[in-house]
């Protein structure tokens, strides 16, 4: 089943505490976000998929940078990603179709457990713009609030790649209103 908007992220405005110091940006969002914080929402062929902050998107953040690099390279052809955290679990093979991707996903655990559902809804066809900027939304979020909240991380690779991914793609729009 391919749609019009078969995938999307919902980066949300969720509420966030100062962190003084981190590891790296994934243990600083572990740390600025709240169990109870707003989640973002990845919509897969329609099926909303929640994704919290504190615990899914902190350990997706590892796999997502580098695949958000990959996928812009101009000679990018497929890749394989896992996206491992306690509650969102599945694996992508994301295949370069034109200027689409293919996603096929096999879903191991999902909030809500809608694994059937998602596999029933079957590959994602997407622009690899259209992919790239979706996931921007959720990084800007996530790097605006680091830099607002965070006054160090020891490790500043992966906040230095995603910062220099948004700069590329600074035509997409922020998810919310950048903190005060």
């Known amino acids: 089943m391919e749609t019009a908007m078969s995938f999307s992220i919902q980066a ?51 796999d997502l940078v580098p695949l958000l690099e990959e996928v812009g390279r101009p000679g990018f052809t497929d890749a394989q990603v896992f996206w491992g955290s306690d509650t969102f679990s599945a694996e992508w093979v994301i295949v370069r179709e034109g200027d689409s991707l293919r996603i096929r996903a096999r879903w191991h655990s999902t909030p809500g457990n809608y694994e059937s559902l998602l596999a029933e809804r079957g590959d994602v066809v997407v622009p690899a713009e259209e992919f790239v900027g979706e996931w921007a ?44």
């Open 137 to 180: 939304k959720l990084l800007r979020r996530i790097v605006t609030d680091v830099g607002a909240q965070c006054a160090e991380l020891e490790d500043s690779d992966l906040f230095g790649r995603a910062k220099a991914l948004l700069a590329r793609s600074s035509d997409i729009p922020a998810a919310c209103a950048a903190p005060t």
């Open 12 to 62: 949300g405005c969720p509420a966030v505490r100062r962190c003084g110091s981190a590891t790296d940006m994934a243990d600083a969002v572990g740390e600025m976000y709240a169990s109870g914080a707003e989640d973002a929402i990845l919509v897969w062929n329609l099926v909303p998929v929640r994704l919290s902050y504190r615990n899914d998107v902190a350990v997706l953040l590892d």
